[in-house]
């Protein structure tokens, strides 16, 4: 292990002297020595034997059982015994202080910190301010200083309690110790670390003890054992840990082991009634919710993609490198539409009976849509190959979410949760990722609030937003000021629980999926020029949903075939709903070569296939009435205009300043690099194309994507007329729309690399 060369943290103790040098103890010697530390390592231990083993496996550097002894001159020391005998430890300690350096720090290592402040506040009459309480979230079944493990803590979690009288540099030493140990430090207040523990590693704990305590006394406990799969070998190891400490921790945090055991056991009656009373629908809501939940949450935490876990893709940072040329030629059909994906799961759980959902988008912000759902208590099965089976629970079936709803990147998933959730009879809260918490909502929220909702929001109208439930919402005619799709469905929503009609106007037209969807699960919309309204009081009937392919994920294939000579490329089954083929009109006014085959309809939506080959493309100026149609089309536009011949000039294009990133500045910086010609306005730009076929249209560079997917899938598409490699940074979010993007890019012939790096 070279620990040094891959955390850039070191510690700087003089004399550290660790008092317990059980397994804990004995792997933190081990890690500060695999990363440098360059001071005395002293320890303390009753156990003779332990302090000449942990000498000659060269972790200490002495030892005794003598507190006062060792603690001569020590900078910093580590209570590392038992929580039920850290008083008697304390107290000794408190008399051996005056031997210690002036400046010495004291922490420890206690899973229960509440016992341990207590016992603290006996010893020294308050918790001293040299004093940092802490808990590394590492362990293993094995005990002693001869388990010690360099990398125990690596890539684990240590919370610091400190108290608020806290020394700053006390806990800055104490944070140096275990981040050069290779450990993600945190902060946590006392009560809170005692809650979340109690039910994350205590109780877990528990109940392995009690499941091999119960199987080992049965008669056929042999044969139990001798057959027992993987599964209960995984589980039960933890039940091999050591005894007396899980009895110590068992006994000091007793309140909050309890309050988890009373809610797991509730849990555990519901489940035995199901099993009792044949419910199917209960146990699959609990079963799914629970295995989505594991890798769900698993990925929250370690801020990687949900999605990805699923297809096997590179996690933490990503980049692309794509190389200049290629081909584009192929048949090909892109994800399911993103916006119909959310859409069919909100009100297929909403509608009565079960939802049969064909062609759903298997991406980040579709599945942080159907595990928001599981979490109001919506058995839901899937999603497998694009299948999806929602068993709806009715217009107010829908039960309170233990949390906040983590919505990640999703902007449309957000504003129309928060209609639907204004019309429940519970308090909600709506949040997401770093992106999305930059993005406005005062446009949803503020309309909602004069249909009598209670909505709070962070400064500026940004997320989070905190619904509060029980409203009476009235029907209102709300004349929206921007072209939305995503208002305009957040007010439709909310209408289904609001009495009288609701009315929405437009100012020009946006993509009208809610209402077609609305209309396909029984629930009449009703449509008269620019306003559309509905009756609020109404219910959903369960149907069958077939997704068309997303058009925005095809019109990075559409561009491609367009800008690349000798091109064709066909893309199947694409919704072309009339609100959404903005990308289509603005391709073939600059002269694409684009047809459209095999026009049908599907559950209420157009769908056909797509082909388009290679023509030269020229610069236009792109009618005001197409920009909402194409809104979310723009990044790769961009790149069809820079290599049209003449100028492409965008107005009336505002909504692209506040996607996931400021599009517009976000391409033109792009743009800039690969050295294209253009111009930024307020509300759009104009490119000047290269529009010669028989050179490249501009040269290579380094691109940072801002995270908007979007933008890494238009610059990708632009190496097929680059001269030199195009390398693009912060590609993680492709998964969120995309999931399968690479995989199609290179099987028409382009040359993209994923290059990735954990953070």
Excluded at 200 to 226: G, K, N, W
Excluded at 657 to 679: C, F, N, P, W, Y
Aim: charged letters at 20%; hydrophobic letters at 45%; a negative charge.
């Amino acid at each position: 292990m070279h620990l040094s060369a891959d955390k850039p943290f070191s510690c700087t103790e003089q004399r550290l002297v660790i008092i317990g040098l059980g397994l804990i103890g004995g792997s933190l010697a081990a890690a500060l020595r695999a990363s440098g530390f360059k001071g005395v390592i002293a320890a303390c231990d009753p156990n003779q034997d332990e302090i000449a083993r942990g000498i000659e496996m060269g972790l200490i550097d002495e030892g005794s059982e003598d507190i006062a002894a060792q603690l001569v001159d020590a900078s910093m020391v580590v209570l590392a015994v038992p929580v039920l005998a850290m008083e008697p430890v304390m107290t000794a300690l408190a008399k051996a202080l005056p031997c210690a350096a002036s400046h010495v720090v004291l922490t420890d290592v206690g899973s229960t910190k509440a016992t341990i402040r207590a016992c603290a506040v006996r010893v020294f009459g308050a918790v001293p301010s040299n004093m940092v309480l802490g808990h590394p979230i590492a362990g293993s079944e094995k005990s002693g200083v001869a388990a010690a493990n360099p990398e125990l803590y690596v890539h684990h979690r240590v919370i610091l309690t400190p108290e608020s009288n806290v020394d700053p540099n006390a806990l800055t030493r104490v944070r140096a110790l275990w981040q050069a140990c290779g450990a993600d430090v945190l902060e946590m207040d006392v009560e809170r670390h005692d809650q979340v523990l109690a039910r994350t590693s205590h109780l877990p704990h528990l109940l392995a003890f009690s499941l091999v305590d119960t199987l080992a006394r049965q008669d056929e406990r042999l044969e139990i054992f001798r057959y027992a799969a993987g599964g209960f070998r995984d589980f039960t190891r933890i039940a091999g840990s050591d005894p007396v400490m899980w009895r110590d921790i068992f006994i000091a945090n007793r309140h909050a082991v309890l309050a988890s055991l009373d809610d797991f056991e509730a849990g555990l009656a519901r489940l035995r009634q199901a099993v009792e009373s044949g419910d199917s629908d209960a146990l699959i809501a609990t079963f799914d919710r629970a295995s989505h939940a594991r890798h769900y949450f698993d990925t929250l935490l370690n801020k990687t993609s949900y999605q990805a876990e699923y297809n096997m893709q590179p996690q933490g940072k990503v980049t692309y490198r794509v190389h200049p040329g290629g081909q584009a030629k192929g048949r090909l059909r892109v994800p399911g539409d993103k916006s119909m994906s959310h859409r069919s799961i909100m009100l297929g759980a909403l509608a009565e009976g079960i939802t049969e959902v064909k062609g759903f988008l298997e991406g980040e912000d579709s599945l942080a849509t159907l595990q928001a759902f599981r979490e109001m208590g919506v058995a839901i099965e899937g999603p497998h190959q694009g299948r999806v089976t929602i068993h709806g629970v009715g217009m107010q079936g829908l039960k309170a979410p233990a949390g906040p709803l983590y919505v990640g990147n999703s902007g449309t998933a957000m504003r129309l949760f928060a209609g639907l959730l204004a019309g429940q009879a519970f308090d909600s809260e709506l949040t997401g990722d770093e992106s999305l918490t930059k993005r406005p909502m005062a446009r949803v929220a503020d309309p909602l609030r004069l249909m009598g909702a209670t909505i709070e929001t962070a400064e500026g109208g940004r997320p989070p937003l905190k619904i509060k439930g029980g409203a009476a919402l009235k029907g209102v005619f709300y004349d929206m000021p921007m072209a939305s799709a995503q208002v305009k469905s957040c007010l439709l929503l909310a209408g289904l629980y609001a009495q009288g009609e609701t009315r929405v106007r437009e100012p020009a037209p946006t993509r009208d999926h809610t209402e077609r969807m609305l209309n396909g699960f029984g629930y009449a919309v009703s449509r008269e020029g620019d306003t559309c309204w509905l009756q609020g009081g109404g219910k959903l009937t369960a149907g069958p949903i077939d997704v068309p392919s997303d058009i925005s994920s095809a019109t990075f294939f559409l561009v491609a075939a367009a800008i690349t000579p000798n091109a064709d490329i066909t893309l199947e089954h694409v919704g072309i709903n009339p609100t959404r083929i903005g990308v289509i009109n603005i391709l073939t006014l600059m002269g694409a070569d684009l047809t459209l085959e095999n026009e049908r309809e599907v559950g209420g939506e157009p769908v056909a296939d797509i082909r388009i080959r290679y023509a030269p493309l020229k610069g236009i100026e792109i009618p005001v009435d197409q920009v909402p149609l194409a809104i979310d089309e723009f990044p790769a536009l961009f790149i069809a205009a820079a290599n049209a011949s003449g100028t492409t000039r965008l107005r009336g294009a505002d909504e692209l300043r506040v996607k996931e990133s400021d599009r517009i500045q976000a391409m033109a910086d792009g743009l800039a690099v690969l050295g294209v010609e253009h111009t930024v306005v307020d509300d759009g730009i104009d490119i000047v194309g290269s529009g010669n076929s028989d050179t490249p249209s501009y040269g290579g560079g380094r691109i940072d994507s801002l995270g908007d997917h979007r933008i890494a899938m238009a610059f990708a598409i632009a190496s097929l007329r680059a001269s030199e490699d195009i390398i693009i940074e912060d590609c993680a979010n492709v998964a969120t729309s995309f999931p399968s993007f690479v995989d199609l890019a290179n099987k028409i012939g382009m040359h993209v690399k994923v290059e990735s790096g954990h953070d």
